[in-house]
């Protein structure tokens, strides 16, 4: 069965190829992508290895946590299952609400002109 690793630390020139040929000292990568930044397309520092093995999975996360990869320390350990963030993101900052008129503002009717 695959087994998916989470990569991080890691050089942003590296490219999908290089983080393939670097894992597959410890066995067969089925997979090996790079997250990008969705506007600018350049690599978030992270990305993901898949083995087609349990084995060769933990071998890698052995041989290379924690350990440098062109001048950064990689943080390698088992992905964890995608969970949907909810809508909007953000920080939640309760509703404002309220009125929204400003210190003296006059109140004007449908006739345009002042209410008394």
Do not use: C, H
Not at 3 to 25: C, H, M, N, R
Not at 44 to 66: L, Q
Request: hydrophobic residues 25%; proline residues 3%.
């Amino acid at each position: 069965m695959a087994k998916k690793l989470y990569v991080g630390g890691l050089p942003y020139s590296t490219t999908e190829d290089e983080l393939k040929d670097a894992f597959s000292q410890a066995g067969t990568v089925s997979t090996a992508t790079i997250i990008k930044d969705k506007f600018s397309g350049r690599s978030k520092g992270f990305g993901f290895v898949e083995f087609e093995n349990d084995e060769e999975a933990e071998k890698a996360i052995e041989m290379w946590n924690g350990k440098e990869l062109s001048g950064r320390t990689l943080t390698v350990n088992e992905a964890r299952p995608f969970q949907p963030r909810p809508a909007g993101g953000g920080r939640q900052y309760g509703s404002g609400g309220g009125s929204r008129g400003g210190y003296g503002r006059q109140n004007y009717g449908s006739s345009g002109g002042y209410n008394s």
